[in-house]
Every structure is written in C-alpha cells, then in structure tokens.
C-alpha cells in the first residue's frame, strides 16, 4: 500500500515474505523524510531506474553481465 498521509508525506508499505531474521517475513513501513537521502527517494529511485526485472526476483536486485538477476549483497 502507499500514497500520501493526511499531513502531506509519502508512505509506503510493504510485506517482505522471509528475510534473514524472521522465516515469516516482516512489514515494513516507509515515510519519506523530504531530504536527498530518504528511504522512500532511494526506494522510489530504485523502482523506477529497474523495469524490467521479473517479479519473482528479490526487490534488490540486478541484472548479471550473462542476462541472470542476482541479489544485491554486501561482501
């Protein structure tokens, strides 16, 4: 779910069905914070700069050199 709360600020809700944490997954809950470095900016910029990534795919992902999408991790 997301749109605009009463006050004027974006939000964003969603369900993450497992993370590394919790096997039943966890809700998250976003507002944004109207400076450069706000969540709801990053998340919105991410969505829009990645189209074409099949939705069974993890929501941080990328497209490999060999055409495989792979999950954004740290190392």
Same mark, same amino acid.
């Given at each position: 779910?997301?749109?605009?709360?009463a006050i004027g600020i974006k939000y964003i809700n969603f369900h993450v069905p497992h993370t590394k944490m919790k096997e039943g997954g966890e809700d998250f809950n976003i507002m944004d914070s109207t400076c450069l470095c706000s969540a709801m +900016?990053?998340?919105?910029?991410?969505l829009s700069?990645?189209? =074409?990534? @099949?939705? +069974? =795919? @993890?929501?941080f992902?990328?497209?490999?050199?060999d055409g495989q999408w792979a999950p954004m991790?740290?190392?």
């Open positions: 779910m997301h749109g605009i709360a +900016s990053t998340l919105e910029h991410h700069s990645n189209t =074409a990534f @099949p939705e +069974s =795919a @993890p929501l992902t990328f497209e490999t050199a991790k740290w190392e």
